[in-house]
């Protein structure tokens, strides 16, 4: 059975970094593009950043632009989340989630296939 696992959130000072990972179980990795969205409190889900099968193009939401970066490890079958500069707004659960064959834009939660239980991400002021 395939499954996402994330990890590596927790409580942080505003201005500092915390590397999220979502570990892939299952075949074929390497044929799935990846994605990481967040939902805070009373709000919807919204989409983060998001790395093509190969690793060769990245997408991110203004929001993060700069500070965040996607980036993956077919080898071990894991996609990480590096978040620098953390502010209190970017509390939220983070999750993970894999596409195969949606052609659509990576910012549609609708395109993605499989999806990690999350990880809670606290940033204090």
């Known amino acids: 059975q395939v499954q996402l696992v994330e990890s590596g959130g927790g409580v942080v000072q505003a201005g500092g970094s915390l590397r999220l990972s979502c570990a892939y179980s299952?075949?074929?990795?390497?044929?799935?593009?990846m994605a990481w969205f967040r939902q805070a409190p009373g709000k919807e889900r919204e989409f983060v950043a998001a790395i093509t099968w190969n690793g060769e193009n990245t997408y991110s939401a203004d929001s993060v632009k700069g500070r965040f970066a996607v980036s993956r490890d077919n080898a071990k079958d894991t996609a990480y989340l590096q978040m620098n500069s953390l502010k209190p707004e970017d509390t939220a659960v983070y999750f993970c989630?894999?596409?195969?064959?949606?052609?659509?834009?990576?910012?549609?939660?609708?395109?993605?296939?499989?999806w990690g239980q999350g990880t809670q991400v606290t940033v204090s002021s």
């Open positions: 989630a894999a596409r195969k064959y949606y052609s659509g834009s990576y910012e549609e939660p609708k395109g993605y296939d499989i």
């Open positions: 299952g075949r074929t990795f390497s044929s799935y593009a």
